[in-house]
């Protein structure tokens, strides 16, 4: 049963499965770990990032659709499935993009680097790379999407430490009322939520076992980006892009000097 959502829809379907003792196995997948732990007392295999070799394999077959990878590809095939950190469905959906285009080494090299952004402006499979993700954020509780939403702050590829990022939802008021325990506590439980839902990657860990810092896919990133502006929850400004819509949050990243001298306040 591949990617069940919630622990209501594991019970409504379980009974259709008898345990007769006979041998057979049930393999479900979720994006939620919470659901995997509802749905048996054996403990969930937790799927892992691929790393460099793995996201070259599954890059290659499906550029070359099985086929030898001509050795001059080789060094920017390696860089272009590397700029994926690992995430399959980003590897795929960008293998079917080269694939399908001419194949030369002027084109590929515009990709080393830029991998995010032909993910997101490119690909006729985008539209179903997006709909996977954001299927992730619309299932978030109310509660939790501002906090998923706040990653976008950070710039691409950063390691973002946790105590500040929990002082920050604290400060912007995310959390909601604790009772006895305090904001910070409510707040760790908050992001240890969207680990276990997969929006959000483990970087380190203290020694005790919580999170030191953690940081977001990139492509995931986009998403906060994109959600945030539809609802003007938060704008990202780069050195590329020296605009603003008036969102209520503002992320300058690059050179601030250029940014202020462009909108001097009144």
Not at 165 to 177: D, K, M, P, R
Not at 195 to 203: E, G, T
Not at 257 to 265: D, E, K, V, W
Request: proline share 5%.
């Amino acid at each position: 049963m591949d990617d069940v959502w919630s622990n209501e829809v594991w019970d409504e379907v379980r009974s259709a499965f008898p345990n007769d003792s006979n041998g057979s196995r049930i393999l479900i997948t979720s994006r939620n770990k919470v659901v995997a732990l509802h749905a048996s007392l054996t403990p969930p295999h937790l799927l892992s990032f691929l790393d460099k070799y793995e996201s070259w394999e599954l890059f290659k077959k499906n550029v070359f659709r099985g086929g030898i990878c001509p050795p001059e590809f080789e060094t920017l095939g390696r860089q272009i499935a590397e700029g994926c950190h690992g995430l399959p469905l980003s590897i795929v959906v960008l293998a079917g993009l080269l694939a399908n285009k001419e194949r030369s080494l002027h084109i590929w090299s515009k990709f080393v680097g830029h991998v995010s952004s032909f993910l997101i402006t490119q690909a006729e499979d985008t539209i179903i790379c997006e709909k996977i993700l954001s299927l992730s954020y619309t299932d978030l509780p109310r509660y939790l999407k501002p906090c998923f939403l706040y990653f976008g702050m950070y710039p691409e590829d950063h390691e973002i430490p946790v105590r500040q990022l929990i002082h920050l939802w604290v400060a912007e008021g995310f959390i909601q009322h604790t009772g006895q325990r305090f904001p910070e506590d409510v707040a760790e439980m908050y992001l240890e939520n969207l680990i276990d839902r997969s929006l959000i990657q483990v970087a380190r860990r203290r020694v005790d076992g919580g999170v030191k810092a953690c940081r977001i896919h990139d492509l995931l990133r986009e998403l906060c980006i994109s959600e945030s502006a539809k609802g003007m929850f938060l704008e990202v400004q780069s050195e590329n892009r020296l605009d603003t819509n008036n969102s209520r949050r503002l992320s300058i990243q690059g050179n601030t000097r250029q940014y202020m001298s462009l909108n001097p306040c009144p």
